[in-house]
């Protein structure tokens, strides 16, 4: 699907997509094509219920050379923001997909009160399009072409092109880095392994991060036993992706991203039940978001210094898997009493830490993972949990989350979730007794992990990598949730 962006034509034809404000508010081109059209658009609102409530779509059909007319309701001047010209755009593709139309024009005109200039909304409702028209259908062998999408060009229709392709040229690094975290996460696990993982990875080279992979034996030089515990059931052999963009100040001290990268989560020996275990194919989201992120940082040439660090494995039950009960030694030098094979992330998310902390020395460390189940629970699939040794980190990650519509919610920690985790014959165990407050012990595992004066935090994003319903930029499937979070927050604090 391509994208462009024009100036207003002397007359409009095909199928044509036009602003309508709150209270059935014809902006500039509704109006011409209404008059054009002998009141045909105010006459479809008046039968509809319709109003221009932000969100709101209603057909209309043209006349001569106009196809198919699409209202979108704008809402209250105030309410067509970023994220709103976004959902714009993503409306006018799902919309044009389902009506099968081969092009359609969206036509941005100015509305008065807004934040945004139209070069902006239009930027940003060219983002919106893209991200709705992303589809993973690449073992799909059998569909008819009308069962296919049929939008092959977009057209954005603004007074101020030249503007609007520079402010579109600071957002178009997004679509291709929210593609390859929702292509990684969608993939089954047969064809996405650790290593293909890694192989993917290494394409960010060409854009000048530096990437380095290492395997099994440097990672057991290197004593991460708790990593590569929870490989060793597997064929697949585990991977350890280093990445680095070092684009910023000599003097600034680096920002680590870490992801949770298991391809398939089957429990181990603690081995999940069958029914939805093929989700498991996602467990690799928070290192899908993170490689994402860098390559969106990359893209877009940020004034940064950001290194990453995912861990990639399979967590398999197998004659050589991990027992329950047995005792692993972690990069950090703790021990720990692998209670439960299942709680598998943050055995391999502690080395991963403490890799990257001890090789970068990081101000901030940022965590991702598809940790726990019990975060769906408290949280359910609206909001990530957020935990956190620093309310500032919180909230400049909670500011960004709002931003850009990726929510997060803060959780807490203490020592009295603490000392839940305390082994009986070795330092820490990986599970608490009960499942009560199953994502705090989880955090607190971690947060052993936190070298003093490192700003830390972790994302629980079980319950966000992966959307049964879409939204209006995001079709069902894979979210990439934290990539645009994570570039947010790093240009909002690092690139000022
Ligand atoms: N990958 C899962 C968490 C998960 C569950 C993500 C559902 C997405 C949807 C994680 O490795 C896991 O198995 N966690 C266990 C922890 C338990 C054994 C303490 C869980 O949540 O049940
Ligand atoms: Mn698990
Ligand atoms: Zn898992």
């Given at each position: 699907m391509k994208v462009e962006f024009s100036a207003f034509p002397k007359a409009f034809s095909g199928n044509v997509a036009v602003f309508v404000a709150a209270e059935k508010q014809l902006l500039a081109t509704a109006k011409t094509l209404d008059e054009g059209t002998g009141g045909n658009v105010e006459r479809a609102i008046a039968a509809s219920r319709f109003t221009g409530a932000k969100g709101q779509t209603l057909a209309v059909l043209g006349q001569g050379d106009l196809g198919r007319l699409l209202l979108l309701g704008v809402g209250k001047s105030r309410e067509l923001d970023a994220r709103a010209a976004e959902s714009l755009g993503g409306l006018v593709v799902a919309d044009a997909n389902a009506a099968g139309q081969k092009a359609v024009t969206i036509v941005v005109d100015a509305v008065k009160g807004t934040k945004l200039s139209p070069a902006q909304v239009a930027a940003h409702v060219a983002l919106g399009a893209q991200l709705r028209g992303y589809r993973f259908d690449k073992y799909k062998t059998k569909e008819k072409p009308e069962q296919?999408?049929?939008?092959e060009q977009v057209t954005v229709v603004v007074s101020t092109v030249a503007d609007a392709k520079r402010a579109y040229a600071r957002l178009e690094p997004t679509v291709d880095a929210v593609f390859f975290a929702r292509d990684v996460v969608s993939e089954p696990a047969n064809v996405l392994y650790p290593v293909e993982f890694a192989r993917r990875a290494k394409e960010l080279s060409e854009l000048g991060v530096k990437v380095e992979i290492l395997g099994e034996a440097e990672m057991k030089k290197l004593g991460m036993g708790a990593l590569l515990g929870v490989g060793q059931g597997s064929d697949r052999e585990s991977q350890l992706l280093v990445m680095q963009w070092m684009n910023g100040p000599k003097s600034q001290a680096p920002i680590a991203l870490i992801g949770k990268g298991v391809c398939f989560d089957t429990g181990g020996i603690s081995l999940k039940p069958a029914a939805g275990m093929e989700d498991m194919k996602w467990d690799m989201g928070g290192a899908g978001a993170v490689t994402g992120a860098m390559k969106l940082l990359a893209g877009r040439k940020a004034r940064v210094n950001v290194v990453a660090v995912c861990a990639l494995v399979e967590n398999m039950p197998d004659g050589k898997a991990q027992r329950p009960g047995d005792v692993v030694k972690t990069m950090s030098g703790q021990t720990v009493e692998v209670i439960n094979t299942d709680a598998e992330g943050r055995l391999i998310l502690c080395d991963a830490m403490w890799y990257a902390q001890e090789n970068f020395k990081p101000q901030a460390m940022v965590e991702l993972s598809t940790l726990t189940g019990a975060i769906i629970v408290s949280l359910g699939h609206e909001r990530a949990g957020l935990f956190s040794n620093n309310t500032p980190l919180s909230n400049k990650l909670r500011a960004a989350g709002a931003e850009i519509g990726e929510k997060l919610w803060r959780m807490p920690l203490g020592p009295k979730y603490d000392k839940l985790i305390d082994s009986d014959i070795a330092d820490i165990k990986n599970v608490s007794n009960g499942r009560d407050g199953g994502s705090i012990t989880a955090a607190q595992f971690l947060q052993r992990f936190v070298q003093e004066g490192v700003a830390w935090a972790h994302l629980d994003i079980a319950g966000v990598a992966w959307s049964t319903k879409g939204n209006d930029t995001t079709p069902k499937?894979?979210?990439?949730?934290g990539v645009r979070l994570l570039d947010k927050w790093i240009a909002d604090s690092f690139e000022r």
């Open positions: 296919k999408p049929s939008l499937g894979a979210t990439a949730f």
